[in-house]
């Protein structure tokens, strides 16, 4: 029997809203990112989940608590699905980084795997922390169904895994929404991605 994973990104936030730099800084979801939450999960009621991670941000944890609901489903938070830290960026606006640290904000996008700047992690560390806790708990939850409530950029590093690109190729893939629906189903050494950022249960205008 194949393990179900189920990935979203955090509901829309006010920093999001400004293009503010977050990582592991936070803000509140906005009223369009609670709505954005609630309409994922009215997706996600039709599905049987034995577990959810999250980060604890709390903005990931807010919109896992949405998408949970009245379930009980086990919640278990892990600092391995904390968005990158971003070091001496977090906190501002993306033009004032861009301003005043052209080169690394070129290769933030361009080129992931040549990017640090001080107190940030790379792109590596983030993605084998990541990894390290998706293979446990796959190991853990086989067969199971699970829902991964995280961030942009692990997200990202994830599915480049399932997929099977390389870094150069990060921000070239399939942009992830807030509560945005990724799915890929693990069975053996097998991945087979079924959704990558569907938005379709976005609310209406």
Request: glycine share 4%; no cysteine; aromatic share 6%.
């Amino acid at each position: 029997m194949s393990t179900r994973l189920y990935l979203t990104r955090h509901g829309e936030t006010e920093w999001n809203v400004v293009h503010r730099m977050q990582g592991e800084m936070d803000s509140p979801l906005t009223e369009l990112g609670a709505h954005q939450a609630e309409s994922l999960k009215a997706v996600l009621d039709t599905v049987h989940i034995d577990v959810i991670y999250s980060s604890p941000s709390p903005r990931a944890m807010r919109t896992a608590e949405i998408l949970r609901g009245e379930r009980e489903i086990p919640l278990t938070s892990s600092e391995s699905l904390m968005e990158m830290r971003f070091g001496i960026w977090e906190g501002h606006i993306h033009s004032e980084v861009q301003a005043h640290y052209p080169k690394q904000w070129d290769l933030f996008w361009n080129n992931p795997e040549e990017f640090a700047i001080a107190n940030s992690e790379t792109y590596a560390e983030v993605r084998t922390r990541a990894l390290n806790l998706i293979n446990e708990i796959i190991r853990k939850h086989s067969g199971k169904t699970l829902l991964i409530v995280t961030h942009t950029i692990v997200i990202k590093l994830l599915m480049a895994h399932f997929q099977g690109t390389d870094l150069k190729q990060l921000w070239k893939s399939t942009e992830i929404q807030p509560a945005s629906l990724s799915r890929v189903d693990i069975l053996g050494q097998t991945a087979k991605i079924v959704l990558h950022g569907d938005t379709s249960h976005y609310p209406l205008p």
